[in-house]
């Protein structure tokens, strides 16, 4: 489909992807020390003004903001959907939309209203009034310096992801949105999503180590980034943290004379279908719990929790929601697949441990598929894999295949998928599946470990081994896991849908 100005969204998209910071660039920036500052956000500001915004017009949709290293995705999502089942019910909120990264399959997957993701018309449509907005303006106004250190004119228009916020921000806006919950991308303190002045309630989901070079090697620096999405005058909630990281968060509550509410696991979760049934995703619900009841509060006025009770359409929320390539079960003939995005060595252990109940149901080989782009401490991750397997008694993957990226065998990347930031020689020479393959072997010299150059290729290696000799009742049990990127690729090819 086609905008009102003839352009698609498949346009939308390589102009986009023109707006990515290359990988020589993205290296020149880490070798001299460049991180995200405050500049990030000055800059944010100015762009939001040239397509024709305050900030004060963000207090119209009445945001609930969500940080972490862990879980922010899914405390979104159990926020969003409990909103929806009091939207059926109450009409309240009106429209809802849910900003989150990254996508799956589909770029558009990351502006969702009323659970749904914008379509490709819509999309475009707003997609290029804003960089039509931007161009108008640098032209009107001038190249403008905000990064006075430098002197550097800032570009006429944000790099990908804040681009996709921004816009976010004009979608949202003019379609009428009452209740929306914005999940950060990394960080917080300088998170392009900060702009926002009055959220209607901030939340911080577990902390851990992540993203060092922007945030910080220690969960204490980590923490502080994350404590920056609390706002005055607004509510503020967290879960149980390491300590380190708990003093941080109070402490910069404290500086912002923000009253944190540190949650528990919510006790009327009794009976509540949450899934996976595991503490971590309890912890989560919870969050979404808090979020939702204060987004309530905030808009409807008839509306007071029940403390000792969930009404149904919480529960239905909870139950009801939709949070794709995570602890997900795809049965292809006698091939059981298990998918699971995780991108740290906590969240991996977290998978493997969800992997090995399901698989406490079945019997047959155990398979692999696993990567993690550009980033070489990944490869100290596998080791967490296979322990945690052997600790939950079921003993080692049989096969184990180390892909890129990159969707498929032919045609390459799906174009939502291109990524500019990792290095084009090494993903094009296998240099990180390498690596992996050489320490998997290493930790256990008996599975049989494969290198392919494309998701495609194997997801095909496995339904392969389906086709060998299988004893009568067994399946191959297989696990995709790892990078986002890696998890939506195979969900487009095992589906075969465009967005999710």
């Excluded at 999940?183 to 002045?197: H, L, P, Q």
Aim: hydrophobic share 40%; with cysteine.
């Amino acid at each position: 489909m086609a905008s009102q100005s003839g352009r698609t969204y498949n346009d939308a998209i390589d102009a986009l992807n023109s707006l990515q910071t290359p990988y020589v660039i993205v290296e020149a920036r880490r070798k001299a020390g460049i991180r995200p500052d405050a500049t990030s956000i000055a800059e944010m500001q100015v762009y939001l003004r040239r397509i024709g915004y305050n900030l004060s017009d963000l207090d119209r949709l009445n945001i609930l903001h969500v940080a972490g290293t862990k879980g922010k995705g899914s405390t979104c999502a159990f926020a969003a959907s409990i909103l929806s089942q009091y939207q059926k019910s109450h009409s309240i909120p009106r429209r809802i939309g849910l900003f989150t990264s990254p996508h799956l399959i589909a770029v558009r997957e990351r502006i969702r209203i009323n659970g749904a993701p914008v379509s490709a018309d819509v999309f475009a449509r707003y997609f290029f009034e804003v960089w039509d907005k931007l161009g108008e303006a640098e032209e009107t106004e001038g190249q403008k310096v905000v990064d006075q250190r430098l002197g550097i004119p800032m570009p006429p228009r944000p790099v990908y992801s804040r681009y996709l916020t921004l816009m976010s921000y004009h979608l949202f806006l003019q379609e009428g949105i009452d209740v929306a919950v914005y999940e950060t991308g990394i960080g917080g303190e300088f998170d392009a999503t900060n702009i926002v002045e009055h959220p209607v309630a901030s939340g911080i989901s577990s902390l851990g180590i992540d993203h060092v070079f922007a945030l910080g090697d220690t969960v204490e620096k980590i923490a502080w980034h994350k404590a920056g999405i609390m706002k005055t005058g607004s509510a503020a909630f967290t879960i149980e943290q390491v300590p380190d990281a708990a003093k941080v968060l109070q402490d910069r509550a404290r500086e912002k004379d923000v009253s944190l509410k540190v949650l528990g696991v919510d006790s009327r979760l009794k009976g509540v279908d949450v899934r996976p049934d595991a503490l971590f995703q309890k912890k989560n619900a919870s969050l979404g719990i808090a979020l939702a009841e204060t987004a309530l509060q905030n808009i409807d006025p008839s509306f007071t929790p029940d403390p000792s009770a969930l009404s149904k359409e919480f529960v239905d929320g909870l139950e009801q929601v939709v949070w794709r390539g995570r602890c997900e079960v795809k049965v292809e003939g006698p091939i059981i697949w298990h998918v699971d995005g995780a991108h740290t060595p906590d969240s991996l252990k977290m998978a493997t441990r969800w992997y090995a109940g399901e698989c406490e149901k079945r019997t047959g080989p155990k398979a692999l598929i696993f990567n993690q782009q550009g980033r070489d401490e990944a490869v100290n991750f596998l080791k967490g894999i296979i322990s945690t397997l052997k600790s939950q008694g079921q003993g080692s993957f049989e096969h184990v295949v180390f892909c890129t990226n990159v969707t498929y065998s032919s045609t390459g990347y799906k174009r939502d998928f291109v990524n500019y930031q990792y290095d084009p020689v090494a993903i094009k020479a296998l240099t990180a599946q390498r690596a992996f393959a050489e320490k998997w072997s290493s930790l256990d010299p008996e599975a049989k470990v494969v290198v392919l150059p494309t998701i495609e290729d194997a997801i095909n290696h496995v339904r392969g081994l389906g086709k060998t000799s299988l004893v009568e009742g067994e399946t191959i049990q297989a696990l995709i896991t790892g990078s986002l990127h890696l998890v939506g690729g195979a969900l487009g090819i095992l589906e075969g849908a465009d967005a999710l």
